[in-house]
């Protein structure tokens, strides 16, 4: 029986906040971020009213790439330390990142459509770019699962999460490096273009998608570690 | 409503439906590996009555 044991998945991390404490805080805020957006903050004077869209598409798109971001610094933790909760970890938050992805690609679309007449514009490197980050981790899982469990597949996933965050910044970039671009520019060196219960709103909505990722992130954790121990055990009863 | 508002109506619904097949699939994962918790739970209990059913045995014998 010690031997299996010896196998079983390493014990979860113990978290300062619990899953139920992050997931009420998830819906508290983000219910708050949706009265904001539809009860509180201005029509904006150039877009109107379907400027409430970039409340959620523009902290979606930061969420995502802090999932991938924090898959990619998982990754780098398992190849470094050879942490056996690391692999794990990273590709939950990966998934959690294709996940704010698609968000992120749905509610674009649908703005450039209102905004600017299509569903999409391939001559815009921001879109493709982004594009190409949510298809690269898209990706990874074909990798992931065209591998036996094990060592190996933990190591090849590792470096190609690492691999991925490279693209992060020239994506999130590439807006400001070109030199014509039809999408709009928020943020730039000087700060924020915008104040008021504007800027008070997108805050809370960026801190909603956060804090929503994360609650996603430990539930997806809780349940693949589950899943683990009992195909262990199963194998330790058999 | 106006096409404006049909739009980011249609945005908003987007996310929360995700989120929504989201939790489902989380849900439809938990029901398997609750199946599976009893399976086992019951795999174990067959494993600790065994023993007994041989004591018993021999004690008769």
């Keep these: 029986m010690s031997a299996g044991r010896a196998q079983l998945t390493p014990v979860a991390r113990r978290y300062r906040i619990s899953l139920p404490a992050l997931a009420a805080a998830s819906l508290v805020l983000v219910t708050l971020a949706l009265a904001l957006v539809f009860f509180v903050a201005p029509n904006d004077a150039d877009q109107g009213f379907s400027q409430r869209i970039f409340y959620f598409h523009v902290s979606i798109a930061i969420t995502a790439y802090f999932c991938f971001g924090l898959g990619a610094w998982k990754a780098l933790v398992h190849l470094w330390k050879r942490d056996p909760r690391a692999d794990l970890e990273s590709y939950v938050a990966v998934h959690q990142g294709v996940i704010f992805g698609s968000l992120v690609l749905i509610t674009g679309s649908i703005w450039a459509k209102i905004s600017w007449g299509h569903w999409w514009l391939w001559s815009e490197d921001q879109l493709v770019l982004f594009l190409v980050l949510f298809l690269f981790y898209a990706a990874y899982f074909m990798l992931r699962f065209s591998v036996d469990p094990g060592p190996q597949r933990a190591n090849m996933s590792a470096v190609y999460a690492l691999f991925g965050v490279v693209l992060i910044p020239v994506s999130f970039m590439a807006i400001r490096l070109a030199k014509q671009a039809i999408h709009p520019v928020v943020f730039t060196l000087q700060g924020p273009k915008f104040g008021g219960w504007i800027l008070v709103t997108y805050c809370v909505a960026q801190v909603a998608m956060l804090v929503l990722a994360y609650t996603l992130y430990r539930v997806e954790l809780a349940g693949k570690r589950v899943d683990a121990r009992v195909r262990e055990l199963k194998e330790v009863l058999a | ?61």
């Design chain 2, 1 to 61: 409503m106006t096409t404006a508002e049909t739009y980011v109506t249609a945005a908003y619904c987007a996310v929360f439906a995700i989120v929504l097949v989201y939790v489902l699939i989380i849900a439809l994962k938990v029901q398997r590996l609750e199946r599976e918790v009893d399976e086992l739970a019951g795999r174990a209990a067959a494993r600790e009555a065994e023993p007994e059913e041989r004591r018993e045995a021999a004690v008769v014998g």
